[in-house]
């Protein structure tokens, strides 16, 4: 539950007649040391819904609500089934400023200060790059705002889409057939955007040729929120740790790297993040449950160790 040092305000667009979905969760805290936002959700199947069209509703994305339902078929999941929605996020541990993007979470963060001195917190799940296109870690900043953006396809994309048959045009403007959708977020990484999307189902997948790509609803709430100049930090975090209260918790994420060593790479990245985060001569840590956690990931947090109170008496 939240706690009393943060506040959470749900944003809502009506999509259609019959949906709503959620364009930003927001989340406002004074607290600099809350590590941890959201709760986990869960909500029945009535029998016409998908988990993509579900992950759209709740604000999440594909993959991250496949991960956390891995007995559920996500295209013809079964009437009635519960869906376990994965809202709860341990906060990545950087500068809480501007954009921040976890490739692995398939996850984006606004910080944003308000005037009271307390930070507010905004995140959207996005699309990243597929395999040979992968969306490059590093810092930058946006250096440009577009509504409406006509996208330049790259002579490396060009030459994909013409291996396939599929001849696409030196540049094609704003409509339908816009894979940019309505706005876009240049980076100063050359060749790099946030952007929307003509195609929201695929939000939330690994697809893009690199680019970051948002729900519609999801870009045009944050793009009149971010000024040029904004800072933008990606960064590829598949393990993170977080105490909440006095209570250790673990959340994993499958490595999007495809490797012969890794499942040696990936103890080692659990054990940086573990030192990054945890004293553990103060805490009491489940190892086998850790090594069960980044074995079968689930993006769900789970609590894998607990802060040991040392009395005066015992001290």
Not at 137 to 144: D, H, I, P, W, Y
Not at 280 to 288: A, E, L, Y
Not at 302 to 308: D, F, H, K, W
Request: hydrophobic letters at 40%; charged letters at 20%.
């Amino acid at each position: 539950m939240l706690g009393r040092d943060m506040k959470l305000v749900f944003t809502v667009l009506v999509l259609s007649c019959y949906s709503v979905g959620v364009i930003a969760a927001e989340y406002e805290f004074a607290d600099p040391g809350i590590s941890v936002v959201g709760d986990i959700g869960y909500v029945a199947i009535d029998g016409s819904d998908n988990l993509s069209a579900m992950a759209r509703r709740y604000g999440l994305g594909f993959e991250e609500i496949r991960l956390a339902n891995p007995g559920i078929d996500p295209w013809l999941p079964p009437d009635g089934a519960v869906v376990t929605l994965p809202s709860r996020h341990l906060l990545p541990l950087l500068t809480r400023k501007g954009i921040v993007i976890n490739v692995a979470e398939y996850r984006l963060y606004y910080f944003n200060d308000v005037a009271d001195g307390s930070v507010k917190v905004s995140t959207f799940p996005i699309s990243i790059g597929r395999q040979e296109w992968l969306t490059p870690v590093g810092t930058s900043k946006v250096v440009q705002k577009q509504t409406k953006p006509t996208w330049f396809p790259p002579q490396s994309v060009i030459a994909e889409h013409a291996e396939r048959g599929d001849f696409l045009a030196s540049s094609v403007p704003p409509g339908p057939d816009n894979p940019l959708g309505e706005y876009s977020l240049r980076l100063s990484i050359p060749g790099y955007l946030i952007h929307g999307t003509n195609r929201p189902a695929g939000v939330g997948m690994q697809v893009t040729h690199g680019c970051v790509r948002m729900y519609p609803e999801s870009i045009e709430w944050l793009f009149p929120q971010v000024d040029v100049g904004t800072p933008v930090i990606i960064v590829n975090e598949p393990y993170k740790f977080a105490y909440i209260g006095n209570d250790l918790f673990f959340q994993a994420y499958p490595p999007l790297e495809p490797s012969e060593n890794l499942a040696a790479r990936s103890l080692t990245r659990v054990m940086e993040a573990f030192v990054r985060v945890v004293d553990p001569q103060i805490t009491d840590v489940d190892w086998d449950l850790i090594e069960q956690t980044y074995q079968k990931p689930t993006g769900l947090p789970v609590r894998v160790g607990q802060r040991v109170v040392v009395t005066a008496e015992e001290s």
